[in-house]
């Protein structure tokens, strides 16, 4: 049973920090992108940041670039969100998700969602002012 287990949520103050942990069981990821989304309440899920196992290239959305760093751990099967100078914005639950179709080409990670095939049960983020 393929399972993506995220854990490291909470809440802090704004201008904190927290560090999300995804570990992948199941199968190998090693070939894949992991990516990182979230959903705040009443809106749409978005991408937060990835890592593309091939070659390590990640993307980041533009309203964490410079304060979030994704990494992992590849022979582990583990992917990292180390979130700085956290904001009041950046409250949600957060997902790990892997896309099994990925490939040494800049095109990955990908921000949509619909083309990441295992996701995480989620984890919650509050960030109070």
């Known amino acids: 049973q393929v399972q993506l287990v995220e854990s490291g949520g909470g809440s802090v103050q704004g201008g904190g920090s927290l560090r999300l942990s995804c570990a992948a069981s199941?199968?190998?990821?090693?070939?894949?992108?992991m990516a990182w989304f979230r959903q705040a309440s009443g809106k749409e899920r978005e991408f937060v940041a990835g890592?593309?196992?091939?070659?390590?290239?990640?993307r980041y959305s533009d309203s964490v670039k410079g304060r979030f760093t994704i990494s992992g751990d590849n022979a582990k099967d583990t992917v990292y969100l180390q979130m700085n100078s956290l904001l009041p914005e950046d409250t949600a639950v957060y997902y790990c998700?892997?896309?099994?179709?990925?490939?040494?080409?800049?095109?990955?990670?990908?921000?949509?969602?619909?083309?990441?095939?295992?996701w995480g049960q989620g984890t919650q983020v509050t960030i109070s002012s």
């Open positions: 998700a892997a896309d099994i179709h990925a490939y040494a080409s800049l095109s990955y990670p990908r921000v949509a969602g619909k083309e990441y095939e295992y």
């Open positions: 199941g199968r190998t990821f090693s070939g894949s992108a």
């Open positions: 890592i593309n196992w091939n070659g390590g290239f990640t």
